[in-house]
């Protein structure tokens, strides 16, 4: 069973560029979470969706990111207009529902965003 | 989600039990205690979970305090390889508005050659 798989593993954005980092779930789950470990930080929770729905962005920044998580495909968080404070690792993560059990939540290897 | 404290690192010799302690004295009758690692560059690695039943699995082990407020990570033989930091996060299982894990600043375990 395959795991939480992200791609790219590392990205390179000069300056006002777009970032898409994507994201396939475990299979069977269909709950994804995206957090960001900005250098020498924590894990910091960015957004909770689940298929083609916003459950909570609550720790997205207001401009210039967002998220998805179609019908078919993978999750996908995208940065507009990327800056340097924006270099960071960003992991996904998902489980298999949020109920009583197998909500169990499974990282992936992270994709490193790194602004030139 | 209940705070939890951890110290902020230890040291183990390689191939002894390593021990880590987590306490979470406000913790609720329907939260669970959670481990996840992190080694250097990699994602969050889930390790167990339990609720007041100490647990064990093929990476650790999990005691739970009869009154819930500490639990203890046991790696029962630790390896280079487990020099990560470990994060203990309690979380209300079974959906609302915790779904999420909320994570400190967890314990950085250095084994030792």
Avoid at chain 1, 15 to 36: D, F, I, N, T
Avoid at chain 1, 74 to 97: E, H, K, T, W
Avoid at chain 2, 49 to 78: C, F, Q, V, W, Y
Wanted: charge should be positive; charged fraction near 20%; hydrophobic fraction near 30%.
């Amino acid at each position: 069973n395959a795991g939480v798989m992200q791609n790219p593993r590392h990205l390179v954005r000069r300056r006002g560029q777009e970032a898409r980092l994507r994201c396939s779930p475990m299979k069977g789950h269909s709950h994804v979470y995206w957090y960001r470990q900005l250098p020498e930080e924590g894990l910091k929770f960015m957004v909770y969706l689940q298929k083609e729905n916003i459950i909570d962005e609550s720790g997205m920044p207001k401009e210039r990111f967002s998220a998805e998580f179609p019908k078919e495909g993978p999750s996908i968080l995208r940065i507009q207009q990327v800056v340097r404070g924006d270099s960071a690792a960003y992991f996904c993560a998902s489980s298999r529902s949020q109920g009583a059990y197998g909500n169990t939540i499974y990282f992936g290897e992270g994709s490193w965003l790194t602004v030139v | 989600d209940a705070k939890t404290t951890q110290p902020t690192s230890m040291d183990c010799a390689e191939g002894r039990a390593a021990n880590l302690p987590c306490n979470h004295s406000t913790i609720s009758g329907n939260e669970y205690v959670y481990w996840y690692r992190q080694i250097h560059s990699q994602g969050p690695q889930y390790i167990i979970h339990g609720l007041k039943n100490n647990e064990t699995n093929e990476m650790a082990s999990l005691i739970i305090t009869e009154d819930r407020k500490s639990s203890t990570l046991i790696l029962p033989h630790a390896t280079l390889r487990d020099t990560a930091v470990y994060y203990c996060i309690v979380r209300v299982e079974g959906g609302g508005s915790n779904y999420k894990l909320t994570f400190g600043k967890g314990t950085l375990l250095t084994v030792n050659p």
